[in-house]
């Protein structure tokens, strides 16, 4: 095995070296503190478990994005020499909601200020976040995403980066910025024409449709369609059969990417797309931006209300 030395190039490194950076990655990973994120060790079901818990409205804010940017980082150090687990499972700590998608409020003052740099910057970021779960960190893990919830706009593309889905019954699933003349580019229609084909693609994202959990298992995005409640449960019983015969699910998703390849470009070319149409908004487009995120803030305080009524 070898590692990058700035000074002289490329040097090799002991496996007893490199099982020590990957035990460090690990003590990182389940270890330290992530101001919007929990990170556990499954060992039964060999798998990471990652847990978003942002603060305020469940968006990817930039606070979000840079736990996840960290994290991702650390689970390609912890398996660059050892497979300390076969799966990641990203889901949501709030009651409703896997995560509502992008920071509206930030894109609304970045367009306002004519500010295209921070908004590309924050896209890119996106980018990274669901490219690395599509190509299961150097193809070493199968990404899974556990939707208990609402999954919108980036929330469902997050969900469609995942190899695969398992969604609770009352999960709903939608691409709503056609609402505001905008469109899903953190990897909608590369996510969505691979796993369906380009019509019905352009359908979901032009409709602002919000589909059920129902609608989406007989269209073939979601693979395991579990009742309320039963959700935990039904992932990781998904991953102990899928185990059972893990060389061959793991070679299905390696074809799966040689025949219809994603790469890190084409979602960079479609998110810069998105950028020149988002800064292309007027007044009118924003203020339509803008009631959405009052509508979901008024959920997340009503759903967050609900939950300490329970507890």
């Known amino acids: 095995m070898t590692f990058f030395n700035k000074n002289s190039g490329l ?78 499972i990203v889901r949501s700590s709030i009651p409703g909601t896997f995560n509502l998608g992008g920071d509206l409020d930030l894109f609304g003052g970045k367009i306002r200020d004519g500010n295209r740099k921070a908004l590309r910057d924050y896209a890119h970021a996106c980018i990274d976040v669901v490219y690395n779960n599509a190509m299961g960190y150097g193809r070493r893990v199968t990404t899974v995403a556990l939707v208990q919830g609402a999954a919108l706009g980036g929330g469902f593309e997050a969900a469609l980066s995942c190899h695969y889905i398992v969604a609770e019954r009352s999960a709903t699933f939608g691409l709503p910025e056609v609402l505001f003349n905008l469109f899903p580019g953190m990897g909608a229609y590369s996510f969505l024409s691979r796993r369906l084909d380009a019509v019905r693609a352009e ?70 797309i998105w950028v020149d149409a988002a800064m292309n908004l007027d007044e009118g487009d924003l203020r339509k931006m803008a009631r959405l995120v009052r509508a979901q803030n008024r959920r997340h305080v009503a759903g967050a209300g609900l939950q300490q009524a329970a507890e």
Do not use: W
Request: proline content about 4%; some cysteine.
């Open 11 to 88: 040097v090799p490194v002991s496996n007893e070296m490199a099982s020590l950076s990957a035990g460090n990655a690990m003590s990182n990973l389940t270890g330290s503190y992530y101001q919007t994120l929990q990170v556990d060790l499954d060992e039964a079901a060999k798998a990471l478990v990652c847990t978003m818990r942002p603060e305020g409205r469940p968006s990817y804010t930039p606070a979000l994005l840079r736990d996840l940017s960290r994290m991702q980082s650390e689970i390609h150090r912890a398996t660059e020499a050892a497979e300390p687990f076969r799966y990641f």
């Open 203 to 272: 359908k979901i994202i032009l409709s602002g449709k919000i589909y059920t959990a129902s609608e989406m298992y007989d269209l073939g995005l979601v693979d395991v369609l579990a009742e309320d409640g039963e959700g935990d449960a039904a992932a990781r019983g998904f991953l102990a059969s899928m185990d059972r015969r893990y060389n061959s699910h793991r070679a299905v998703l390696q074809a799966r990417q040689r025949i219809n390849p994603l790469t890190r470009e084409e979602l960079m070319d479609v998110v810069d």
